[in-house]
Nanobody, 119 residues
Framework: QVQLVESGGGSVQAGGSLRLSCAAS????????MGWFRQAPGKGREFVATSSRSGDTTYYLDSVKGRFTIARDNAKNTVYLQMNSLKPEDTAVYYCAASKGGAGVYDYWGQGTQVTVSS
């Protein structure tokens, strides 16, 4: 069982930056692939970024490539999402998630943190 707690959300103007953190409980953090997802008002949840267990391999939603960076610190049981050049369309609740290994399957989810970008 893994518990995930996100932090770092807030309100910023377009062009600004935020760094989200997701702290995981337990001693097996490095065995999970980690991802960030988001859900905007009235829309479904969408994939944003994912990191391999070591952090060496990452994938991104096309619309955030070059602006967002996912990184993890396995010694601190934490995954981050650095968000730069934020746009109003990035406004959403952001969730981190942990995958035990099934392709596209995430087994544990955090409670979410709100990111609001104003124009």
């Amino acid at each position: 069982q893994v518990q995930l707690v996100e932090s770092g959300g807030g309100s910023v103007q377009a062009g600004g930056s935020l760094r989200l953190s997701c702290a995981a409980s337990g001693r097996t953090f490095s065995s999970y692939r980690m991802g960030w997802f988001r859900q905007a008002p009235g829309k479904g949840r969408e994939f944003v970024a994912t990191s391999s267990r070591s952090g060496d391999t990452t994938y991104y939603l096309d619309s955030v490539k070059g602006r967002f960076t996912i990184a993890r610190d396995n010694a601190k049981n934490t995954v981050y999402l650095q968000m730069n050049s934020l746009k109003p369309e990035d406004t959403a609740v952001y969730y981190c998630a942990a995958s035990k290994g099934g392709a596209g399957v995430y087994d544990y989810w955090g409670q979410g943190t709100q990111v609001t970008v104003s124009s």
